[in-house]
């Protein structure tokens, strides 16, 4: 063979190569699924590298918090800058490794945990890990949360390479698979979810009986990790728990918690224990009967607590700089617009 | 360490790496540690690092017998030729005969060792399993524990193959291999180690030891050659796995037209299993520069069953042949047999008779290879029926194709093709099954109970395949044939790609993109081992 051919050949590879990367690549973004449809919480995570990150207030936890929480309430009610890193099910090393990443981005002065996931003592579902996961960013944050929240029938590998995991979705592509396949839509408003529906509580189910109410040994593992890294890095550690009626806040869980804000000075809020003085009505305010609040009580809760972190933690009204009050209109707007058209599709149904 | 697993796949990227970065003498040796690496990893879980010393045993026993036997022959040439005047023929044949009995005592004692334990750790709790049978068909409750042995991967394979080698040193065919630790080479050369083929040291020792360059032709023709195996095992034979999989877990819910249907998808997913798996194994040593057997040559093309096992697993059948079907007909006993079956039964049926026990032997000891099981067996002596009835017909045969002249023509050839791939279809059943009163159940109900219009309403549905699925096994098995049809002529690679290393890169890259994408691997699948690695 020639060199000149030889050459050819060499580079003709190369080329062969360099499409199959794209191809792969091109697969890649077209399977993994893009949570633009009836499932819209695995896009959360990923919106918050957009964002400029100088926030007050950081919340971080599961449904419980980027359903409850509207940080444009914080805003406009007491200047308060906040963001949420939820996601489904967030597991608490989850929590952990997204508030170490959080914190290599930014300080900000508080770190909201709702205590609701120190129930899971180990990995629950692949497909709930996955919503918090594939939206992370490649760090040594996500190399621990893949670490610590694998199946043993999974591989690392397998987020390194997520079409080894989504393979399979090549016969259940759907029209939003292409339509987004660029890039996706925003879906929260600061890491909060918007729900407008209304169904009200009639009836809450007979808590079940546990064999032991202790919590587990990797859950408390990681609320002291969550605890060392604030403190670590002078930021102060809120601990929460969200008034859903069910699944169940067992007052033994209940006590583990405050003994735990007792013994490391850390505040607690339980908001089980006030949803009069919120305001609450649960024939009005949850959009699944107990489970999670809808809009109307998301934005009580939110008032209740703005007062409540205004008063206790020390935190700044910002309303008066510029830049991030024309940062917060342009969220206001989209946040109303957002509003508007989930009212419309409301009432088409 | 599976060979679809993310482990086995990082473990070869390395090796190639290795192996091609570190001076080239040291190839051999690198191949020799991740041989044993490999097998190692299969024992790595607590309580089962014993399994790793039986092929160390059989590496040691043998290697040491070889010697020995070399040597003793070595030392009765040195001293027939040294006394070569003084010797008169009787002494020397004496004490030629002298040394072969000491020749045969060694060869002997490594077989049985090695068989031995071969057969205790695979065949001990089907002996205990039948003996508890016998005790309680005479009404007795008292049973035969089972024992709970680890069976060290392929050992059937590193066995026949050690074994392979030692008979043929004592048959004088080549030297003993002088190095042990290339001789442990030869045994544990892992991508054969656990699915064969079944290589002879004079095939491999050439290319084993020898240092090999990179040759961007060779080792992407390698790769060619591995990924074809994963499409073929990964694409088309694992998904097939989920159909037959239903099909034979519940027999009673799917009889019928579905033992017809589950047959066929029997036959293909274990034709792209077996082949694929082969196919990996031949690629990785092409890349290492090392030669290895073909052990498939279109087995599903055979026009008679005879033919059939001349293509396929073509090493077992040849080692078969080769070290049991020819000794056993050749053996003092057997030409007793003979001599006496031709006085007593006549010329006709005497001659046949030693052959035909020789053939059963061979066929119940093939059958049982695979496991410790009487569907084995039965599927052994099935085969073995159906070649010494086609002989047994061959007159009538002739008859027939004297009075019909169709021999030859296409129809003729294609009905060949059919009825051959329908008997193993028929006795593969046995292996589907695994349970012989079942087996012939449910062959019973494919003529009994009529269901097709059923199955092909919604039953095919049913089974745990859907319409993309059944759109990926025909296309992979169009592309299975139509590769089998090409490679009628040649080897399809290099009739097809060898000219342009641009057409391999592109070859490559599809079939990574059709692996990939169609797989059925990862979650949501079984990850299944290759059926033979059982064996």
């Known amino acids: 063979m020639d060199k000149k051919r030889k050459v050819k050949n060499i580079i003709l590879s190369l080329l062969v190569v360099a499409a199959l990367i794209l191809i792969l690549a091109a697969l890649t973004r077209l399977f993994m699924p893009k949570y633009m449809g009836e499932v819209k919480e695995g896009a959360l995570i990923g919106e918050y590298y957009d964002e400029e990150k100088d926030f007050d207030v950081v919340f971080v936890g599961d449904c419980e918090v980027y359903e409850n929480f509207v940080p444009l309430v914080l805003w406009e009610e007491h200047g308060i800058n906040s963001y949420i890193r939820g996601s489904a099910q967030q597991l608490i090393w989850q929590s952990y490794y997204l508030t170490e990443e959080t914190l290599k981005y930014e300080k900000p002065d508080v770190v909201v945990f709702n205590v609701l996931s120190m129930k899971y003592n180990e990995p629950q579902k692949e497909a709930y890990n996955r919503m918090t996961i594939d939206g992370m960013r490649w760090s040594p944050s996500k190399v621990g949360a893949i670490k610590a929240s694998m199946f043993e029938s999974e591989s690392f590998i397998e987020y390194v390479f997520p079409i080894l995991r989504f393979h399979s979705r090549w016969n259940e592509l759907e029209r939003e698979d292409f339509r987004y396949f660029f890039g996706n839509e925003k879906v929260g408003d600061n890491g909060y979810y918007m729900q407008l529906g209304v169904v009200p509580v009639d009836y809450i189910p007979e808590p079940k009986i546990l064999g032991t109410y202790e919590f587990g040994e990797a859950s408390w593992e990681y609320l002291n990790k969550i605890k060392d890294i604030c403190a670590e890095n002078d930021v102060e550690l809120v601990l929460i728990k969200a008034p859903s009626l069910y699944p169940e806040w067992y007052p033994e869980w209940d006590e583990q918690i405050v003994d735990f804000a007792e013994e490391n000075d850390l505040k607690y809020v339980n908001f089980l224990e006030c949803t009069d003085e919120i305001g609450l009505d649960f024939s009005t305010d949850t959009y699944d009967a107990g489970l999670h609040l809808n809009l109307s009580g998301a934005e009580k809760l939110t008032s209740y607590f703005g007062d409540y972190l205004a008063e206790n933690c020390d935190l700044e009204d910002r309303r008066d700089e510029p830049e991030l009050s024309a940062l917060w209109e342009n969220k206001k707007t989209a946040f109303y617009e957002r509003k508007a058209e989930l009212e419309e599709k409301f009432c088409e149904k | ?535």
């Open chain 2, 1 to 535: 360490m599976l060979f679809t697993s993310y482990t086995f796949i990082a473990f070869l990227i390395i090796l190639f790496l290795v192996y091609y970065l570190l001076p080239h003498k040291w190839q051999w040796v690198i191949t020799l540690c991740a041989g044993l690496f490999f097998y190692a990893y299969a024992f790595k879980d607590p309580g089962k690092q014993f399994g790793f010393f039986f092929i160390i045993i059989t590496i040691i026993t043998t290697y040491l017998s070889a010697r020995l036997i070399d040597r003793n022959l070595k030392i009765q040439q040195e001293y027939v030729k040294t006394n070569k005047e003084t010797l008169d023929r009787d002494v020397k044949k004496a004490y030629k005969e002298k040394m072969r009995k000491k020749r045969l005592l060694i060869l002997t004692g490594c077989l049985v060792l090695n068989f031995g334990i071969l057969a205790v750790l695979k065949y001990t709790n089907f002996a205990i399993s039948n003996v508890n049978g016998v005790i309680k068909l005479f009404g007795s409750e008292a049973a035969v524990g089972s024992v709970d042995f680890v069976l060290p991967l392929g050992i059937s394979f590193y066995t026949f193959q050690s074994m392979g080698y030692l008979i043929d040193v004592y048959r004088g065919k080549y030297e003993s291999v002088r190095n042990p630790f290339k001789f442990a080479l030869f045994v544990s050369f892992f991508p054969q180690l656990i699915q064969g083929p079944i290589s002879r040291y004079d095939d491999m020792a050439d290319s084993l030891f020898v240092p090999h360059s990179f040759d961007f032709t060779r080792v992407s023709r390698g790769i060619e050659r591995i990924l074809w195996g994963y499409f073929k095992k990964v694409v088309i034979a694992d998904r097939m796995l989920v159909g037959v999989k239903e099909i034979i877990g519940a027999p009673d819910t799917y009889f019928g037209f579905y033992v017809f249907l589950g047959a066929i998808f029997y036959a293909l997913e274990l034709y792209a299993d077996f082949t694929g798996g082969i196919d990996i194994t031949i690629g990785i040593a092409e890349v290492l520069g090392i030669k290895v057997r073909e052990n498939f040559e279109r087995p599903y093309f055979s026009k008679s069953i005879k033919e059939y096992w001349r293509r396929w697993h073509i090493s077992l059948g040849a080692w078969f042949t080769e070290y049991l079907f020819y000794p056993v007909s050749v053996s003092k006993p057997s030409l007793k047999l003979s001599k006496w079956s031709r006085a007593h039964l006549g010329e006709k049926v005497g001659k046949r008779l030693p052959v035909y026990i020789a053939t059963i032997s061979v066929w119940l000891i093939t059958g049982i290879w695979p496991g410790a099981a009487w569907n084995f067996a039965v599927w052994g002596l099935g085969n073995c029926f159906f070649i010494m009835l086609s002989e047994e017909l061959e007159p009538l045969y002739d008859k027939f194709h004297k009075r019909f002249n169709v021999l030859g023509t296409t129809p003729w050839k294609i009905f060949q093709i059919l009825r051959t791939f329908a008997i193993m279809c028929s006795l593969r059943m046995l292996d589907c099954y695994r349970n012989v009163p079942v087996t012939f159940k449910m062959f019973g109900t494919m003529f009994t109970r009529f269901n097709a219009p059923e199955v092909f309403r919604e039953g095919l549905w049913n089974i745990g395949l859907s319409i993309p699925d059944y759109i990926v096994l025909l296309c992979g098995t169009a592309v299975l044939f139509t590769v089998s049809m090409i490679g009628r002529h040649g080897d399809v690679r290099k009739r097809v790609f060898a000219k342009n290393p641009v057409v391999t890169v592109s070859v490559c890259s599809i079939l990574l993109i059709l692996i990939l994408v169609f797989g059925a691997y990862g979650i949501g699948y079984d990850a299944s081992q290759f059926i033979y690695n059982q064996f």
